[in-house]
């Protein structure tokens, strides 16, 4: 079950980030990034109140509090790379990265022991993911072809994996007890972070304004389904299977926009299943 949380809160967040990058093109990514955080406090909440929480404690909602300002800062340079650079190198060097950091972390400061199968699925996930990524750039703009740091948005994905990192860890400290509650509180932390920078930005068409609620109640769908699979798996493996979200853009690429999957991106495609089932035997 735990696996398969993971997985659900990864087809989540690729749906939010293929939404999400769409619509930071056609308004300011600010403006998207602080209504998605309030639409995912009103999701959270909601969600908290049907969750059973035997003990809400205070440190509890403090490490989910942390988990907020990660996923701020995240979305914040997601949403501007993805505004300003190519969606297929922005997401998956987000994610590796992000993926290394945590399983990292895991293994050497909280003590993970994947088993043997878990930590091929581990080694699999990262050329996966960069395959996925497809290696084009976009007509008059400085794709991977020339250079992975030539990419606009490269740097903007960097600095979101630290926040993707921040975000899954300490989430994943914030025990049982509390349910959904860290979730809430983390959407709120979000909140406070980003309406400072974001609050001029707000003039937005109706409409849209809607999307970008309705796109950060689907990230913090996915981010409950995190906590709920960390109650039930390793983090490290927690972590990797929900990072292999970057699968979904390109799928959905393929048949919403069109688009034609390469070769490289069929291998990490391949390679993001291989990864799922041996992280779920593991």
Do not use: K
């Not at 049907?50 to 809400?56: D, E, N, R, Y």
């Not at 403090?62 to 988990?67: D, E």
């Not at 390109?250 to 799922?276: D, K, P, S, Y």
């Amino acid at each position: 079950m735990g696996a398969l949380l993971a997985l659900a809160s990864a087809v989540c967040y690729g749906i939010v980030d293929f939404a999400g990058g769409i619509l930071s093109r056609r308004i300011p990514f600010a403006a998207v990034t602080l209504l998605g955080q309030i639409g995912g406090l009103v999701l959270a909440v909601a969600a908290a109140l049907l969750v059973p929480a035997p003990s809400v404690t205070a440190t509890g909602l403090a490490w989910g509090a942390l988990s907020g300002v990660g996923s701020a800062a995240a979305m914040w340079f997601l949403n501007r790379g993805l505004a300003r650079g190519d969606m297929s190198v922005v997401v998956p060097v987000s994610a590796v990265t992000s993926v290394a950091l945590s399983v990292l972390t895991g293994v050497l400061l909280l003590h993970d022991r994947p088993t043997p199968l878990a930590w091929a699925g581990i080694a699999v996930t990262a050329p996966a993911l960069w395959l996925v990524s497809g290696g084009r750039g976009t007509p008059g703009r400085r794709g991977v072809r020339d250079g992975l740091l030539a990419s606009a948005g490269v740097p903007d994905g960097l600095l979101a994996s630290a926040g993707v990192a921040v975000q899954y860890l300490a989430l994943a400290q914030a025990g049982e007890s509390g349910g959904l509650w860290p979730v809430a509180a983390g959407r709120a932390a979000a909140v406070l972070v980003l309406l400072p920078p974001s609050v001029r930005h707000l003039r937005v068409p109706v409409r849209q304004g809607l999307q970008a609620l309705l796109i950060g109640a689907g990230a913090a769908l996915g981010l409950s389904l995190y906590l709920l699979a960390t109650h039930q798996q390793l983090l490290a493996v927690a972590v990797v299977l929900a990072s292999l979200y970057p699968a979904l853009p390109v799928i959905l690429g393929l048949t919403l926009l069109h688009e034609h999957v390469n070769r490289r991106q069929a291998v990490g495609l391949w390679g993001a299943l291989v990864a799922t089932v041996l992280l779920a035997l593991g």
